[in-house]
């Protein structure tokens, strides 16, 4: 009999070990599904950020692209407002500052400066014997020509069809006559096919003084000395001040 109940009590420990185990077996196989759904939450949660982050970088990426790029427009689009699109030299706005920046400085330092108006001698001649092709190309010669003349810190540019504006800073009077005959050497050599017509221009020349207070009296001077050096046969320039 009590061998009986010595079976009977191991059967049930056994059982009950077994029942143990298995819901041992049982929480440790949800530990490990809770540990891969964490592990699985993870890299979720890291893919998500790598992707958050590479979306990032690629719209920041795109930002500066796109501000590279408008300021380039930009950049283009000021200098094109600034240039003589046939030229490449300022046109008349982009001259006219520089030479308003010459005249105040000038009003306040009383510095040497020649503001001076030059036109191409029988230009329209040119333009209706040879075609306006043929003007462009003069016109091109000739801003290379004084480009290359002046200096570094003088102003140079097209105010309107064959007419220009040069601006020579920190100059003597004596000295404009060096520039002109450089500049007039260099255009008598430009050579056009089946064009016969020495390319000359004449040049009139504004020395502001201290009684001046606007640019533009000073620019109808120089207009006027421009009307006074054709009138002297062209092919030359004229110099005037304020005393005449």
């Given at each position: 009999m009590e061998n009986q109940k010595t079976k009977e009590i191991r059967e049930m420990q056994g059982q009950f070990d077994n029942r143990l185990k298995e819901?041992?077996?049982?929480i440790l196989k949800q530990q490990n599904e809770l540990q891969r759904l964490k592990i699985s939450k993870q890299k979720s949660q890291a893919l998500i950020y790598i992707i958050?982050?590479?979306g990032l970088i690629v719209t920041v990426i795109f930002l500066v692209m796109?501000?590279?790029?408008?300021?380039?427009?930009?950049?283009?689009?000021?200098?094109l407002a600034m240039v003589d699109e046939l030229t490449g030299v300022a046109n008349r706005r982009s001259i006219v500052q520089q030479a308003e920046i010459e005249f105040k400085r000038f009003v306040r330092s009383q510095t040497k400066v020649a503001f001076c108006?030059?036109?191409?001698?029988f230009f329209k001649k040119i333009n209706d014997t040879y075609g306006h092709d043929v003007g462009d190309v003069v016109l091109i010669e000739f801003a290379k020509i004084v480009t290359g003349v002046i200096r570094e810190h003088d102003a140079f540019g097209r105010i309107g069809g064959e007419e220009w504006l040069l601006v020579l800073s920190q100059i003597e009077e004596e000295n404009?006559?060096?520039?002109?005959?450089?500049?007039?050497?260099?255009s008598?050599?430009?050579t056009l096919p089946n064009v016969e017509q020495k390319i000359t221009f004449s040049m009139g020349v504004s020395l502001p003084s201290p009684e001046d207070n606007e640019l533009e009296v000073v620019l109808k001077r120089a207009d006027q000395a421009l009307y006074?050096?054709?009138e002297n046969g062209r092919n030359c320039f004229y110099v005037q001040t304020n005393d005449e």
């Open positions: 819901q041992e077996n049982e958050g982050s590479g796109f501000w590279r790029r408008e300021k380039q427009v930009r950049k283009k689009f000021t200098e108006i030059l036109d191409l001698d404009i006559n060096i520039v002109f005959e450089r500049i007039s050497e260099l008598r050599d430009i006074n050096a054709k």
